[in-house]
């Protein structure tokens, strides 16, 4: 086998093998490297594994209200034991797939840690090891480095693995937590949160800023929490966590807010509080590559300030998304094989939240369209008057669209509530296709669906919903 390629992928997650999978219809020929599972922390350690948690906490919930819908079972339980080896069964079924992907793409796999060893006239040079050892020595005129993220460790907070988790030990809990603090509440830990509430876990949020999900639209974020609350959460906010007093199974800790001091004992702590991209050990230094405190910076095209190195996904920054990644992975390899894609407009990128309630959004809230100066025309529609949602039982939620009241451009959406995130897909598409009120007023949305919120939501920005 030769050791040149046409394109070398240092990492397998949904950038990575994306990025090898593209190449390769491309007619590339492509190595991809990977130190540890193949499909990266979505599949393995993320997005998909924490989707099966949160569906068997779904059905859970579902079966402990039966009687709402007229239905009866008795004593309703779960093993914990069970279903993270669900979600585990899960994780492992999407990597089998990848890899047989790139199996059939034919793209060369490596297993191994990859770094830069220089370049050997136009082409860089890429040492695979393994325990120390070097295993290969390839070279391809084109790197994409796709090494993801790690969880951000605090001084004081930082994660053990057995009182202190991180999202690794939050999906695979070997005993469960009576007493939970979740420390953060971007969309991991609030979904970690989300999850164990559902299961009975009694658990506190500590959020640092004066909201919660401070990624969402305000009063989207404001109905989060009173939903949260409701199920029985409680929410600090502008929350200073004291040092973490650990004892031989479970933690002490004083939490200070503008409202006083709250003095907690928890079995286990949760630490969500932000992520770091993997640009160490990667022979950066002898490149041209800068760095933005963790991520590598890169134009439109993922291209670094080092001719052929590229980076995409989570090592090249916000938003931390699967399908930023993937998406990334498209446009860069396009590039480099010389057809003219579009760049990824960051505002069209869909953020998600998979508790329960649901939370989807796109583009800009009204605070930060009215901050950026614009004329906004904005429009609600509660899920309460949508018939689909109240005969699932599903009334509490929101659909809440931004719109430039000048060109009538939808700016922004934002949605709380049952299947949001499947419905947010519908505002993207209107965002991509630069679509304004007059044709989403025109569009028609079946009957009995949550979507019709949409709808209805687009009208009253305008001429007024028909069913509030
Ligand atoms: C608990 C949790 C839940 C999440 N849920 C969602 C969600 O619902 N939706 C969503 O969009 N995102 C979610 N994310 C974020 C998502 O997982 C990431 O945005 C995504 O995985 C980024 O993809 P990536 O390819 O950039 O990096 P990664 O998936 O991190 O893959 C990088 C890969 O590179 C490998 N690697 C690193 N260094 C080297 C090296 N030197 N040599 C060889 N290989 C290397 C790593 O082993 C890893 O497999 C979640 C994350 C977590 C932690």
Redesign the pocket.
């Known amino acids: 086998m030769s050791d040149l390629f046409d394109l070398i992928v240092?990492?397998?997650?949904?950038?990575?093998?994306v990025a090898a999978l593209r190449g390769s219809q491309l007619g590339m020929n492509v190595a991809l490297?990977?130190?540890?599972?193949?499909?990266?922390?979505?599949?393995?350690?993320?997005?998909i594994p924490?989707?099966a948690l949160l569906r068997s906490a779904d059905i859970f919930h579902s079966l402990s209200h039966l009687k709402e819908f007229g239905l009866s079972a008795d004593n309703p339980s779960f093993d914990l034991e069970k279903v993270v080896a669900r979600s585990r069964s899960v994780a492992d079924r999407m990597r089998k797939g990848v890899t047989h992907l790139l199996k059939k793409a034919k793209v060369t796999t490596f297993e191994?840690?990859?770094?830069l060893a220089g370049k050997v006239g136009e082409a860089h040079k890429v040492s695979?090891s393994k325990d120390g050892k070097e295993v290969a020595s390839i070279r391809a005129p084109h790197v994409i480095l796709?090494?993801?993220?790690r969880?951000r460790q605090l001084p004081g907070l930082e994660t053990d693995g057995k009182l202190i988790w991180g999202?690794r030990e939050?999906?695979t809990p070997t005993s469960f937590p009576k007493r939970l603090l979740v420390i953060g509440s971007g969309?991991?830990g609030i979904?970690f949160a989300s999850f164990y509430r559902d299961l009975g876990s009694e658990v506190t949020i500590a959020e640092v800023a004066d909201r919660i999900l401070i990624a969402e639209d305000p009063e989207i974020s404001m109905q989060a929490q009173k939903a949260f609350e409701k199920r029985g959460i409680r929410i600090l906010t502008s929350a200073k966590v004291g040092p973490l007093q650990k004892e031989a199974d479970q933690v002490s800790t004083t939490i200070e807010t503008p409202k006083g001091k709250t003095e907690l004992t928890v079995d286990r702590v949760i630490c969500a509080v932000g992520?770091v991209g993997?640009v160490e050990?990667?022979g950066l230094e002898k490149t041209r590559v800068k760095i933005d405190r963790t991520h590598i910076i890169t134009d439109e095209f993922c291209r670094t300030d080092e001719p052929g190195l590229y980076a995409?996904?989570?090592?090249a920054g916000a938003p931390?998304?699967?399908?930023?990644?993937s998406h990334e992975a498209v446009i860069c390899v396009e590039k480099i094989s010389g057809r003219s894609p579009e760049p990824l407009h960051t505002l069209s990128i869909p953020g998600?939240t998979?508790s329960r309630p649901q939370i989807a959004s796109v583009g800009l809230s009204e605070e930060k369209a009215k901050a950026m100066g614009k004329t906004v025309k904005v429009g609600r529609f509660p899920f309460l008057a949508n018939g689909k949602a109240v005969a699932m039982g599903e009334p509490d939620g929101m659909t809440k669209v931004v719109f430039d009241a000048t060109t009538g451009e939808l700016l922004g959406a934002h949605m709380i509530g049952a299947e949001v995130t499947e419905m947010i897909q519908g505002f993207v598409i209107a965002r991509t296709g630069e679509l304004t009120e007059a044709e989403l007023s025109e569009t028609v949305f079946p009957h009995p669906t949550i979507s019709e919120t949409m709808h209805e939501a687009v009208l009253s920005a305008f001429e007024g919903a028909l069913h509030i």
């Open positions: 240092v990492g397998g997650g949904p950038g990575g093998y490297v990977e130190s540890a599972y193949m499909g990266g922390v979505c599949l393995n350690w993320g997005c924490t989707k191994g840690r990859a770094s695979v796709a090494t993801g993220a969880a999202a939050a999906m969309a991991i979904e992520i993997n050990d990667l995409i996904g989570d090592v931390w998304l699967a399908h930023k990644a998600c998979y």
